[in-house]
Nanobody
Framework: VQLQASGGGSVQSGGSLRLSCAAS????????VGWFRQAPGNEREGVSC????????YYADSVKGRFTIRRDNAKNTVDLEMNNLKPEDTAIYYC???????????????????????WGQGTLVTVSS
């Protein structure tokens, strides 16, 4: 499956963005999908994941209450709604899919990047103070 991440941009602190992970060639509805981010000099970290296990969701503590992950099966996307953005949210955001149909919890997925075998190209989010 090919993934296309979009929706990044530059906003001021407190602003909002919606990232979208679109897939071609296969429906995302049955798969675990994660959003990760990587800031310069930092390791890639899990931001939010959604598992096919009852579509349970996980959020990193740093984004809990501000970000929402949801599937849009009609558009075959998994979107990340980001509100009240902070300068520390500045990073390249990547979406990824586990194509093996494993059914781990969303928490497990977000803390085990190696489970994802298909990655999008990344979209840059810049938040200024």
């Amino acid at each position: 499956v090919q993934l296309q991440a979009s929706g990044g941009g530059s906003v001021q602190s407190g602003g909002s963005l919606r990232l979208s992970c679109a897939a071609s060639g296969r429906s995302l509805a049955r798969y675990a999908v994660g959003w990760f981010r990587q800031a310069p000099g930092n390791e890639r970290e899990g931001v939010s994941c959604i598992s096919p296990r009852d579509d349970n969701t996980y959020y990193a503590d740093s984004v809990k209450g501000r970000f929402t992950i949801r599937r849009d099966n009609a558009k075959n996307t998994v979107d990340l709604e980001m509100n009240n953005l902070k300068p520390e949210d500045t990073a390249i955001y990547y979406c990824a899919v586990d194509m093996t149909l494993a059914s781990y919890t969303s928490s497990y997925y977000c803390n085990h990047l190696f489970e994802f075998d298909s990655w999008g190209q990344g979209t840059l989010v810049t938040v200024s103070s």
